[in-house]
């Protein structure tokens, strides 16, 4: 009980007489007192393993770690636990694996890179035509030609049919250079094929697109798809002569070009 006294009677000596601890000692001790300190110390105590547990040193845990740990564990330190477990480092190691390359992931990767490719060749191209088509609106257009060069690329593609004698012509391909000193805009192509006369037949095809509009000093190479048929029993397949007339929108002769090929195979 707080403030009881404690009294200690001393055994008297055998010769009677009361030496100096003979003498009665009355001793008062205050329960509360005792458990006020008790308290204290534990709460140092605690802080104190705590501190270590909340900034550990490298060296290992050890029985001293461990009963900080728990000491931690029992007043909320949970989290301080897991981070002497789990090392700071540890997220760091795993961002930084490497990642595994496999065979379906490569593949992946290379059809994502041309792809890419693709689109970047795509829009280069059309870049390169907006950048034709700007350039040629910069410049007065010629309506007068007299340094305009066509040319057929190489042979018509053609199939010959042997055994009924006659043969037709699928694509020409041509050459167009622009001499002059400004922008030509020609519209259309006239087919014409030896042995046929202009007034019987006459083949008109319109030109492709970058054909349309050519800014001076440039060069084009094309090709468009035609049906012409032609008959052994009218020209000689084996050396025919195709002319190829490019007009303009007034219908005016923009260039010309001849060539004799062998287009019986």
Do not use: C
Request: charged share 25%; net charge negative; proline share 5%.
């Amino acid at each position: 009980m707080p403030g009881q006294k404690f009294q200690f009677n001393p055994v008297e000596s055998a010769s009677g007489s009361q030496g100096v601890l003979d003498k009665k000692v009355s001793v008062s001790i205050s329960l509360k007192s005792v458990v006020f300190v008790l308290v204290i110390v534990a709460l140092l105590a605690g802080s104190f393993l705590a501190g270590r547990y909340v900034f550990p040193s490298t060296a290992p845990l050890g029985k001293t770690g461990i009963f900080a740990a728990i000491i931690a564990n029992n007043f909320g330190g949970s989290d301080s636990i897991e981070a002497e477990v789990v090392p700071e480092n540890a997220k760091e190691s795993v961002e930084a694996a490497p990642v595994e390359v496999t065979e379906e992931s490569a593949e992946t990767t290379e059809a994502v890179v041309e792809e890419v490719a693709a689109e970047e060749v795509a829009e280069g191209a059309t870049d390169e035509i907006a950048a034709e088509s700007t350039e040629a609106a910069s410049e007065a257009v010629v309506t007068t030609y007299s340094n305009v060069k066509l040319d057929f690329t190489r042979t018509p593609v053609f199939k010959w049919n042997e055994e009924q004698g006659f043969g037709t012509i699928r694509t020409i391909y041509y050459t167009l250079v622009n001499g002059e000193a400004g922008t030509i805009k020609p519209t259309e192509f006239k087919i014409f094929i030896e042995g046929y006369p202009p007034t019987e037949r006459t083949l008109i095809v319109e030109v492709p697109h970058n054909t349309a509009e050519v800014a001076a000093g440039k060069t084009i190479q094309n090709a468009f798809d035609k049906i012409v048929a032609y008959s052994s029993s009218v020209t000689d397949p084996a050396n025919i002569k195709v002319t190829l007339e490019l007009y303009d929108e007034n219908s005016k002769l923009v260039a010309k070009a001849e060539k004799e090929f062998n287009l019986k195979g």
